[in-house]
């Protein structure tokens, strides 16, 4: 569970009504004043402080509830840096780069929001991560959707949901194999299941992403320009594709992201350093700073103008933020008073898959987190779905469909800020579109009728 004890037993009304007002708040400032997330957080941490100390919670408590709350993401934080590092390393390696002229050679195809779709679904299911598949194949689509003048809304949102689809099903995934195992399902049983609401989902939205696909002559006219620029880069070699394929074999080993990435990092920097003449000196500050491309192209240094840690300050500033922000939801009693009372009013099969989709669901909106919107929501249903003789199968299935998918649309989270930075698309511009991520809650709660009882 949450490493953080309530200090205060506040009514379910009042809580709802905290829960109304905050979520309205930070979403008028984001929507309405289009700031950045910052500051409305900032003052929602400061407005839970008062309410705290109103309530007689010492300063202290909400203090360690809010530093607790921040510590939880640090192990995602520490993944931020590398992946900085890995997207300026991948592009003078050449990977990138590689990974861009290869999509230019499919664009003409039809259906080019369904083909990155499919293609990140894929890439997302052998790397098992989410954020890794955004960072690689995801920055070379968008890079290619700019460059033939396709909607960067609807190709983020093609990315994010082939990514986040990948992310659920692949047994490599550590949200899959922590919604599996903290209700106690063998980690196959619960991909099979998890494909009856997946499949239909990932179906209808690539009929969707067909239909809205650019008409081909009007939008690939121009590539060939892209593909000229890049090779006047000259990063691009038949080595480039080595880092790729050592994060693929350290993926299927299952060596651990943070190893993986840094070694696939240093790897694209050696290959920069061997087969591009890159300077270490030169490397070490893309390292930070990040990649610029210096082509007489200027849309194509626009595509390889990324990376660096430097890109990642932003989304790990509003991270710290948003968790400290959760940590004083929980401390506060706000957080349990939702969940104790949820799990309370229910009394039908239906009932139940859709307070466990809602729960997940608030606790994203809440504290931005998908790894605690799996813990939380599980350890608070299990007893639940024992009682009324659901399957835990049920269970797990509806914390990958309402709390995983989640995350990436909602603008303070940790997904969606980290989404939003790498590819330069707001959230509130690819929610709309990022349709498997849309559907998956509705396909769960719609199917809740059928969900398995307990054998």
């Not at 050449?94 to 002229?101: E, F, Q, R, S």
């Not at 099979?192 to 969707?208: G, R, V």
């Not at 061997?274 to 595509?303: K, Y």
């Amino acid at each position: 569970m949450f490493p953080i004890t309530p200090k205060h037993n506040p009514s379910f009304s009042e809580s709802i009504i905290i829960f109304i007002v905050i979520v309205g708040f930070i979403s008028y400032f984001i929507i309405g004043l289009e700031t950045v997330p910052h500051v409305p957080i900032l003052i929602g941490i400061l407005f839970l402080f008062v309410y705290g100390l109103s309530k007689r919670i010492s300063f202290s408590d909400l203090e360690a509830g809010m530093i607790a709350g921040a510590k939880t993401g640090m192990g995602a934080i520490f993944l931020f840096f590398l992946i900085g590092i890995l997207i300026s390393s991948w592009i003078m390696s050449g990977t990138i780069p590689a990974l861009m002229n290869v999509g230019f050679s499919i664009v003409g195809s039809t259906g080019f929001y369904a083909i990155i779709f499919a293609v990140t679904g894929i890439i997302g299911i052998s790397l098992g991560s989410s954020f890794t598949t955004v960072a690689t194949i995801g920055v070379a689509f968008i890079g290619i959707a700019g460059a033939i003048d396709a909607s960067l809304s609807i190709t983020a949102g093609a990315i994010v949901s082939g990514a986040f689809f990948g992310d659920k099903m692949s047994p490599l995934s550590d949200t899959t194999n922590l919604a599996s195992s903290i209700v106690g399902v063998d980690l196959f049983d619960h991909i099979k299941h998890i494909s009856l609401t997946t499949i239909p989902a990932f179906i209808i939205s690539f009929i969707i992403f067909i239909i809205l696909s650019p008409n081909e002559s009007a939008s690939f006219q121009d590539v060939k320009l892209y593909q000229d620029a890049l090779d006047e880069a000259a990063l691009i070699h038949w080595s480039s594709w080595i880092p790729f394929i050592v994060l693929i074999i350290f993926t299927i080993f299952r060596i651990p992201a943070l190893i993986a990435l840094a070694a696939s990092g240093i790897i694209a920097s050696l290959v920069a350093w061997m087969a591009n003449s890159f300077l270490w000196q030169e490397i070490w500050d893309i390292w930070f700073n990040g990649f610029t491309g210096t082509t007489s192209f200027e849309p194509v240094n626009d595509l390889l103008s990324k990376g660096g840690i430097n890109s990642m300050l932003f989304t790990i500033s509003l991270v710290l933020l948003a968790l400290g922000f959760g940590g004083l939801l929980f401390v506060t009693g706000i957080v349990p008073s939702l969940l104790n009372s949820f799990k309370e009013k229910l009394t039908s099969i239906r009932s139940v898959i859709a307070s466990t989709a809602a729960t997940a669901i608030g606790v994203n909106v809440l504290i931005g987190e998908q790894y605690l919107s799996i813990m939380l929501t599980g350890e608070t249903y299990k007893g639940v779905y024992q009682k009324i003789g659901l399957s835990r199968k049920a269970l797990s299935r509806t914390l990958e469909d309402a709390g995983t998918v989640i995350n990436p649309i909602v603008p303070w989270s940790v997904a969606g800020v980290f989404v939003a930075d790498v590819l330069g698309v707001s959230v509130l511009a690819y929610l709309p579109f990022a349709f498997f991520c849309l559907l998956s809650p509705i396909i769960t709660i719609i199917f809740g009728g059928k969900s398995l009882r307990r054998s």
